[in-house]
């Protein structure tokens, strides 16, 4: 209903632009006559414009093919309505002669006024290309408890030491109050894995991963050597590291 609104508005637009204008003879008619005359010509032809133009919109893809066969196929019954108004309005005698006479003039109206509404609802129907969504960063949560010097560096392991947790980062290492479960809760989004009871290690900071008689070690990038016990073996070796 919106869409019909939205076109019955063009075309009454439209009418009053003809009817100030007064092309094809209408300017010998008054304002109000011309007035009259355009809109029941511009709104009565654009809804047979519609009519014919919404099923060929699901079956024709081509631009340029739908503008002119929609415009050919209203051109007869706009013709007729238009004679029909000259005959109401103007008194006009009907006969074929009369009717069809103004059928090129017809056809023109058409094809300019169907053309505007196709370039006017193509640049409505263009969606403006929706904002990306800010990347959410797994580590946020955890970055909090670091100092401004460290907060936006990568971050490569955390070790528990006590108390604290002892966090190593790019960006050199940090003592940090707090527990290591807690922190493991703040990091289980984050890409990493728990290699020991007291280690939670980047996994983009491993560089390599030994595993000899039931005990492991991963050396990462920095070449920080971190313990890998037995327990938490399985997700590095599920990550195909050994």
């Given amino acids: 209903m919106r869409r019909l609104a939205a076109d019955v508005a063009l075309w009454v637009a ?40 919404d099923p060929l919109r699901r079956r024709i893809g081509h631009f340029w093919l739908r503008v002119t066969l929609a415009s050919m196929l209203m051109t007869p019954f706009v013709t007729v309505l238009v004679g029909l108004t000259n005959h109401w309005l103007g008194g006009m005698r009907l006969h074929l002669g009369n009717v069809a006479e103004p059928w090129f003039q017809v056809f023109v109206v058409c094809f300019a006024t169907m053309l505007f509404r196709q370039l006017a609802w193509a640049q409505t ?67 990493g894995f728990r290699t020991h009871r007291s280690w939670w290690v980047a996994a983009e900071a491993i560089d390599e991963v030994k595993w000899l008689r039931g005990r492991g070690e991963a050396r990462l990038k920095c070449g920080l050597m971190v313990p890998i016990s037995r327990g938490q073996a399985a997700a590095l070796k599920a990550a195909g590291w050994f």
């Fill in 14 to 53: 439209i009418g009053v632009v003809m009817a100030l204008l007064g092309p094809f003879g209408s300017s010998e008619r008054s304002l109000l006559e011309r007035l009259v005359y355009w809109q029941i010509c511009m709104v009565g032809g654009g809804m047979i414009g519609v009519a014919i133009d």
């Fill in 125 to 191: 129907a263009v969606a403006p290309a929706a904002a990306p969504e800010p990347e959410i960063d797994p580590l946020a949560a955890f970055r909090q408890r670091l100092s401004a010097r460290r907060r936006a560096a990568t971050l490569i392991a955390v070790e528990a030491e006590d108390h604290y947790l002892r966090v190593h980062t790019d960006a050199g290492e940090e003592l940090v109050t707090a527990r290591f479960s807690d922190a493991l809760a703040e990091l289980a989004a984050a890409p």
